[in-house]
């Protein structure tokens, strides 16, 4: 099987190792790729939010089975493309990715099946939102209702502060992303991200993990896409995940299904617990990232044949095999992120790490030149171990932190912390 991924960070290079990992994968091309990925596998540079330029590159290039990374290509209609033009293709179609694209959409679905999410109101100009926020309590969150890369969620300690951002995100600070603006109640709990396959209206569980949102040790400093995460997450316990899937995710996957836009690929379920009760935070269409990698290195070879199974329809009869592991990944990101960060420092001592399948060094961020890697993004490593225990596996992925010289770089310390 020839293969495509689309993407460019640590979640397409664990797509692309677990792909390799599995004897069906005869050819695998990455576009655009990066520095690690080239290591591996064909890298091509494409603009992969042109799905008929994807589409041609696909024929060329014999390819039979697409995987989409990141969300702004599904949300641009790629996926439909590509199956259009007959491919098989891992991902959901751009009105079935509303469920990331849109936070009043997917508002709207859990309304129309009563599952459990933070109440909230919808609004189209400043006035609106502002006088439903003086309404109501602090703290309160203020969200930018399209895409915005992770950085539209405003959670406002004062209602002048969410006033505030309301005026921001109707000023235009999240773009077009802001012309709409959802406020939710405040939720309170332990979050977890859970991940299912989905083709239509079978669902199956694929995992679960925990990330670290805030770029310093102990939780504090500003929101980033995500410092560290680790696989399993031990408050997804079995009655709070069959809750979920029982009251969030079949019921919102039959609605899709009702509204005539089925959900075929992974669904990225973030979640807010307590006492029990799972309460839905967002939706993502895709694998996040760096959960990705925790979830791949656990995977390995099946992932390929699972993703497959999802994208042809197969899933009812698709088993996940879990090996009863750990594992977790610590992100090194450039001095600076999530502001403005140094970009071109050389990283050395990626050689002498150790590669297998309990330690892998996933790229996120990087170019090589003249056999010198240098760090190109925000997120530039993402060092993950797998291990017996979750302590074991992070005592493995930090010895690898620990060889890479990279003076300009840093990561977060604490990862796994509330679990251990
Ligand atoms: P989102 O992009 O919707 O995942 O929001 C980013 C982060 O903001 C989430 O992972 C939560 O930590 C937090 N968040 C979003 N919505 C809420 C809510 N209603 N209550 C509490 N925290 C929230
Ligand atoms: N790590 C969170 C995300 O991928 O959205």
């Given at each position: 099987m020839n293969i495509l991924i689309l993407g460019s960070g640590g979640r397409e290079h664990a797509l692309a190792w677990a792909a390799l990992q599995n004897p069906k994968c005869d050819?695998?091309?990455?576009?655009?790729?990066?520095?690690?990925?080239?290591?591996?596998?064909?890298?091509?540079?494409?603009?992969?939010?042109?799905?008929?330029?994807?589409?041609?590159?696909?024929?060329?290039?014999?390819?039979?089975?697409?995987?989409?990374?990141?969300?702004?290509?599904?949300?641009?209609?790629?996926?439909?493309?590509?199956?259009?033009?007959?491919?098989?293709?891992?991902?959901?179609?751009?009105?079935?990715?509303?469920?990331?694209?849109?936070?009043?959409?997917?508002?709207?679905?859990?309304?129309?099946?009563?599952?459990?999410t933070a109440a909230y109101g919808h609004f189209t100009d400043a006035d609106a939102a502002k006088a439903h926020i003086r309404a109501g309590a602090a703290p309160v969150v203020v969200k930018a209702d399209g895409l915005a890369g992770g950085k539209g969620v405003i959670i406002a300690e004062t209602i002048d502060e969410a006033c505030a951002a309301v005026d921001d995100m109707f000023g235009g600070a999240f773009g077009g992303a802001g012309a709409e603006v959802v406020i939710e109640e405040f939720m309170t709990g332990e979050e977890a991200s859970f991940f299912v396959l989905v083709d239509g209206d079978t669902c199956l569980p694929l995992g679960t993990a925990q990330d670290h949102k805030r770029v310093g040790d102990g939780d504090t400093g500003p929101n980033t896409g995500g410092m560290?995460?680790?696989?399993?997450?031990?408050?997804?316990?079995?009655?709070?995940?069959?809750?979920?899937?029982?009251?969030?995710?079949?019921?919102?996957?039959?609605?899709?299904?009702?509204r005539g836009t089925p959900y075929q690929g992974v669904l990225f379920v973030g979640l807010m617990i307590e006492n029990g009760q799972p309460r839905l935070v967002e939706y993502n269409a895709?694998?996040?990232?760096?959960?990705?990698?925790?979830?791949?290195?656990?995977?390995?070879?099946?992932?390929?044949?699972?993703?497959?199974?999802?994208?042809?329809?197969?899933?009812?009869?698709?088993?996940?095999?879990?090996?009863?592991?750990?594992?977790?990944?610590?992100?090194?990101?450039?001095?600076?992120?999530?502001?403005?960060?140094?970009?071109?420092?050389?990283?050395?001592g990626l050689d002498k790490l150790p590669e297998d399948s309990f330690h892998v060094m996933f790229h996120a961020g990087t170019t090589e030149k003249d056999g010198k890697i240098t760090a190109t993004g925000g997120r530039v490593l993402a060092a993950t171990a797998?291990?017996?225990?979750?302590?074991?596996?992070?005592?493995?992925?930090?010895?690898?932190?620990?060889?890479?010289?990279?003076?300009?770089?840093?990561?977060?310390?604490?990862?796994?912390?509330?679990?251990?």
């Open positions: 050819k695998l091309i990455v576009a655009p790729g990066n520095a690690g990925i080239a290591q591996i596998a064909e890298c091509a540079s494409l603009d992969i939010l042109d799905g008929g330029a994807v589409a041609e590159f696909a024929s060329e290039n014999a390819i039979d089975f697409v995987v989409v990374g990141p969300e702004a290509p599904l949300a641009a209609g790629v996926a439909d493309r590509l199956r259009e033009a007959g491919l098989s293709v891992f991902g959901p179609s751009a009105a079935a990715a509303r469920l990331e694209a849109s936070k009043s959409f997917t508002k709207e679905i859990c309304d129309a099946c009563n599952a459990p560290g995460a680790y696989s399993p997450a031990p408050v997804m316990t079995d009655a709070v995940t069959q809750k979920a899937l029982d009251e969030i995710v079949r019921p919102c996957m039959a609605e899709m299904v009702k895709r694998f996040g990232d760096p959960e990705c990698q925790v979830l791949m290195l656990r995977l390995g070879a099946q992932a390929l044949d699972l993703v497959q199974a999802c994208a042809e329809g197969r899933l009812d009869q698709a088993q996940v095999n879990w090996a009863d592991d750990h594992a977790l990944t610590v992100v090194l990101a450039a001095d600076g992120y999530p502001g403005d960060y140094v970009k071109g420092s050389e990283i050395k797998r291990g017996a225990t979750l302590q074991e596996a992070r005592d493995r992925a930090y010895s690898m932190v620990d060889a890479v010289d990279w003076p300009e770089g840093f990561c977060r310390r604490d990862i796994g912390w509330r679990a251990l």
